[in-house]
């Protein structure tokens, strides 16, 4: 019997791996062609407008802002890089340094690997996901590409951690969808090591276990086996952010040390309505220093709306938390790559509401015209992405 099922097991992956190719390859392409005409005009751009940082950001490439600091850390450990590295999560650059061993000690090539490839593997994994949540394969596949080209997408393409976020998220979301939360607990371990929203993940887990243990039956013989997979799952990514907090305390004495230089950053808690709504009175009153971080919380909002009731609760409530914490500061910047964690919700919000090929076929132009515009901005040095 098992010699039959594997093949079939193999058959059956690569039978929708063959079918959700063309809109994640396509996707995932036209995400690198706009990468390729951002930086084409933000050299044209370059000599004459101003330059916050000078050339650095162009001349840094795909390397450019967080991929400093993954480079730095890849190369240098924490010790030896700036202060605030230690913000950064360790997983992906220690990913960075045992490949770059593979080739020539070349840590920005490693990287950047690692993060393309993620986000091809991200595309398969949402495309995935979406199916398993009971969705056609043509919301999947634009799910899939939304993603691919959103305007704050450019994060999966640059030397930074969200793409194998993505990937990880995906396949351990996937697994909590089809009721089987020993497999998530792995992702979901390493989802704590590689970002400090990492821990966000135990809310949509929760909320799935919470439905799950309604539907058990009483005497059930494997209830307290299921009890403690679902409470893994649930708990995962706060052991990955436990670990790594905790070898900070053992080898630096200041195990805090990322919260606080998270804090810092983000200026300060504010409540993410009344700082939503003072960001648009600003721009009311002509300061656009948050315009884009608005626009694009605007955008993420309007998706999740549009999902309710065409997912399960876990997921918009995953969304929900993710955007009020990333609002939840006086620093708001990068919130669009935030919100673009927060999958599926918005992106189904938009693939199942706007089924008209020309409509669709707008809002993917709209959100790829975004992209090579955002993108330029990053590489100017005139939005931090």
């Not at 044209?44 to 101003?50: E, K, S």
């Not at 914490?325 to 919000?349: C, K, T």
Request: net charge positive; charged share 15%; aromatic share 12%.
């Amino acid at each position: 019997m098992t010699t039959g099922t594997r093949p079939r097991k193999a058959a059956t992956a690569r039978s929708w791996i063959e079918r959700a190719a063309p809109s994640v390859v396509g996707g995932w392409l036209a995400a690198r062609l706009a990468l390729i005409v951002s930086f084409v005009l933000a050299e044209a751009l370059a000599p004459h407008v101003t330059l916050p940082y000078g050339r650095a950001k162009l001349d840094e490439g795909l390397m450019a802002w967080d991929g400093q600091y993954y480079r730095a850390i890849a190369e240098l450990g924490y010790a030896h890089a700036d202060p605030d590295a230690v913000r950064f999560f360790p997983a992906y650059p220690l990913l960075g340094r045992w490949l770059s061993a593979l080739m020539g000690h070349r840590t920005d090539i490693a990287l950047l690997l690692i993060a393309n490839l993620a986000a091809l593997g991200a595309g398969f994994a949402v495309w995935r996901l979406v199916r398993d949540l009971g969705l056609p394969e043509r919301t999947a596949g634009r799910a899939a590409v939304l993603m691919a080209i959103f305007p704050a997408a450019s994060a999966l393409g640059f030397a930074y951690a969200e793409p194998l976020f993505l990937l990880l998220f995906c396949i351990g979301a996937a697994a909590i969808v089809r009721g089987q939360p020993g497999r998530a607990v792995l992702p979901f371990v390493a989802l704590g090591l590689l970002r400090p929203t990492g821990v966000l993940v135990a809310a949509p887990a929760f909320i799935a276990a919470v439905g799950a243990a309604r539907s058990w039956k009483a005497g059930r013989v494997d209830a307290v086996g299921r009890v403690i997979s679902w409470c893994s799952a649930v708990a995962a990514p706060l052991v990955g952010l436990g670990a790594y907090l905790l070898w900070l305390e053992e080898t630096t004495g200041d195990g805090s040390a990322p919260l606080e230089w998270q804090r810092k950053f983000r200026n300060g808690f504010r409540e993410p309505i009344t700082r939503l709504f003072s960001a648009i009175g600003d721009i009311a009153t002509g300061d656009f220093r948050q315009a884009y971080n608005i626009a694009l919380a605007l955008v993420l909002i309007v998706g999740t709306v549009l999902a309710v009731r065409r997912i399960a609760w876990a997921w918009i409530g995953y969304a929900a938390v993710g955007l009020a914490v990333a609002l939840a500061a006086n620093n708001i910047d990068s919130l669009g790559r935030y919100g673009l964690m927060l999958v599926p919700a918005w992106a189904v919000g938009y693939a199942e509401t706007f089924r008209r090929r020309d409509v669709w076929a707008a809002i993917c132009g709209l959100s790829t015209l975004g992209f090579v515009w955002y993108t330029t901005l990053v590489w100017l040095g005139q939005v931090v992405p």
